[in-house]
């Protein structure tokens, strides 16, 4: 087919998009879905595709993008439900029917059990957050309990003094001679300044300066400032870790007020799809992290078994 025939074909696809109705979801929705499909085609024509698809169980919730299709068929993102009872990494499709909250004599009512499920699986990812967090933030304060003991005391000679006074204190003016008064303090990821990071220099211009090995007693005190930096620092990124994925749960609650409705299974627009319509993974996401009960997944069966 020659270019000219190509551009004939793709007549009606511009008058419809750029003379149909701009409010009708279909039309506004319908370049993205030709930019996806043809992103994925020509992933398909260049042999990209992927090699190792998710694996789904039985009654796994999932969000689909079903882009644009015609009449009652299904179109846009949607939850939908696994019906596969064997699945693996190698198949590319899956099976589902798609979920929604508005009711017709023939859809299947799950009432509240979706979001009754999310809830749930929201509620123990908090708490388990919670409990890492606490434990974190007691271990944080064990170490600079610890440092402050360890270092607060040491006593040093004359020699250790003049070298301290010489080499140090341009990171602490303040510094005596007699005694180094030292703090660890918690980096928080919400600002960019390490509270840290005159005593990081001040560790790392000791280690590194040629006359350190004349002060021994002096050396274990670095060294020992040094490994209490590194405990602090590596609690620090776990706690601001935890911190995001409290931060992630509560965009998540907010998302839930928008399904905080009764679910019905749209049985007529059972479909096999491909894998790659389906939204990736996330830990805090809705898609993949919860599942329908048994007895759902039976009244599913039994309403598409009728309906055949």
Do not use: C
Not at 6 to 29: M, P, T, V
């Amino acid at each position: 087919m020659n270019r000219h025939k190509k551009q004939e074909h793709f007549k009606k696809f511009n008058e419809l998009y750029f003379n149909g109705d701009s409010r009708s979801f279909k039309i506004h929705a319908l370049p993205y879905w030709i930019d996806n499909y043809a992103y994925w085609l020509n992933k398909e024509q260049n042999n990209q595709l992927p090699k190792y698809y998710n694996k789904f169980s039985q009654g796994k919730i999932v969000y689909i993008d079903f882009g644009v299709r015609i009449g009652s068929e299904i179109s846009g993102p949607h939850f939908g439900i696994v019906l596969n009872k064997e699945d693996s990494k190698y198949k590319r499709t899956v099976t589902i029917v798609p979920l929604t909250s508005k009711d017709k004599p023939y859809y299947v009512a799950l009432e509240k059990e979706f979001i009754l499920n999310i809830y749930h699986f929201a509620l123990s990812k908090a708490d388990r957050i919670s409990e890492k967090m606490d434990r974190l933030e007691k271990k944080f304060d064990s170490v600079i309990a610890d440092f402050r003991n360890e270092t607060s005391t040491v006593e040093y000679n004359e020699n250790d003094s003049k070298f301290l006074v010489n080499h140090a204190s341009i990171y602490f003016p303040e510094l005596q001679q007699n005694k180094l008064y030292l703090n660890i303090q918690f980096h928080d990821s919400s600002t960019t300044i390490d509270p840290n990071e005159q005593l990081k220099k001040f560790s790392k211009a000791m280690l590194s300066h040629s006359g350190i090995s004349e002060h021994p007693k002096l050396k274990e005190t670095v060294n020992l400032i040094d490994s209490y930096l590194k405990k602090a620092d590596s609690l620090a990124a776990q706690l601001n870790e935890a911190k995001e994925l409290s931060s992630k749960l509560l965009e998540l609650g907010q998302k839930l007020e928008k399904y905080n409705k009764n679910s019905f299974v749209d049985i007529q627009n059972i479909t096999t799809i491909s894998k790659l319509r389906i939204k990736n993974f996330s830990e805090f996401g809705i898609s993949e992290n919860t599942s329908i009960s048994p007895e759902s997944l039976e009244k599913i069966h039994t309403a598409l078994f009728n309906q055949i």
